[in-house]
């Protein structure tokens, strides 16, 4: 493996390095390799064999990891991929939070869609014609550059005719953990975007508060007539003593699966101590 590929694949999990078996390579310091969290997910009712998690502590880089094999597997993001797609709009300019987009008076399949929208009403209720039209403003070049900037997968967008659906395609690729290293950078601040774009996306992406934590998190639903579906679920949990960047995705038999990705997440993320802020 190239130290390149290597980077954009791990990167964001500097004190623990996968290889694409899932074994630790090398550990720095004093920092543990990656603990084992299968249990926790079959408990919340997931398949480890079938599902991955990723969580990763930032103040020490600690990992929490279920079926490691899997989370070096890329898949289509489908709405996680509106993470970065946000990004590029705020700090492109093509949208502000309360930006609206009119409908067009096409019916589709969810009721939440079919009306006007702000960009976040379109965020949190994951509007892929909103985000269409987001990419035919960007355009084909710049989407694929902000996402190449982005280390975001394979930061794949097609061709013109892949514009408006490349994050449902399987254009578009990512891995748990190249989903926790661009997470990461968001988290850290370290992405180049201004100061007013992180601002505003913290306000979009946030979708949970408790007792000293907050949450920022995307679903995602990769939905295919021929293969297995696959559900996501990623974010961050910023906690007044630190920040835990989670990425799971699971196959889904059918959409009762659906309602696993909150509650499986969060049961990993309540184990391993991302509420618990003091």
């Known amino acids: 493996m190239s130290s390149t590929l290597s980077k954009q694949m791990f990167g964001g999990l500097k004190a623990c390095l996968f290889a694409m078996s899932g074994l630790v390579l090398s550990v720095s310091g004093a920092v543990a390799g990656p603990i084992d969290v299968s249990q926790a997910v079959e408990a919340a009712g997931v398949d480890p064999e079938t599902s991955t998690i990723v969580v990763q502590r930032l103040s020490d880089d600690q990992v929490w990891v279920s079926n490691a094999d899997r989370s070096a597997q890329r898949f289509a993001p489908a709405s996680t991929s509106k993470v970065p797609h946000t990004l590029i709009a705020l700090?492109?300019?093509?949208?502000?939070?309360?930006?609206?987009?009119?409908?067009?008076g096409q019916h589709r399949v969810f009721d939440g869609w079919n009306r006007d929208h702000t960009l976040t009403s379109a965020f949190r209720s994951s509007?892929?014609?909103?985000?269409?039209?987001?990419?035919?403003?960007?355009?084909?070049?710049?989407?694929?550059?902000?996402?190449?900037?982005?280390?975001?997968?394979?930061?794949?967008?097609?061709?013109?005719?892949?514009?408006?659906?490349y994050w449902l395609d399987d254009t578009l690729q990512i891995t748990a953990l190249e989903q926790i290293a661009f997470l990461e950078r968001l988290a850290e601040r370290d992405l180049p975007l201004s100061d007013a774009t992180y601002a505003a996306a913290d306000t979009i992406m946030q979708s949970d508060a408790g007792d000293g934590w907050t949450m920022y998190s995307k679903t995602g639903w990769r939905f295919s007539r021929t293969d297995m579906d696959v559900g996501w679920y990623v974010g961050w949990v910023r906690c007044s003593a630190d920040t835990y960047v989670f990425a799971l995705n699971l196959d889904m038999p059918d959409r009762s699966y659906l309602e696993l990705r909150k509650p499986t997440s969060r049961a990993v993320l309540d184990a391993v101590g991302a509420f618990e802020c003091q």
Do not use: S
Not at 92 to 102: L, N, R
């Open 127 to 165: 509007v892929v014609w909103v985000y269409q039209e987001i990419a035919q403003r960007v355009g084909l070049a710049g989407m694929t550059e902000w996402l190449g900037r982005f280390d975001y997968g394979n930061a794949e967008t097609g061709t013109e005719a892949t514009l408006t659906t």
């Open 91 to 104: 700090e492109t300019g093509v949208a502000a939070p309360e930006t609206m987009f009119d409908w067009d």
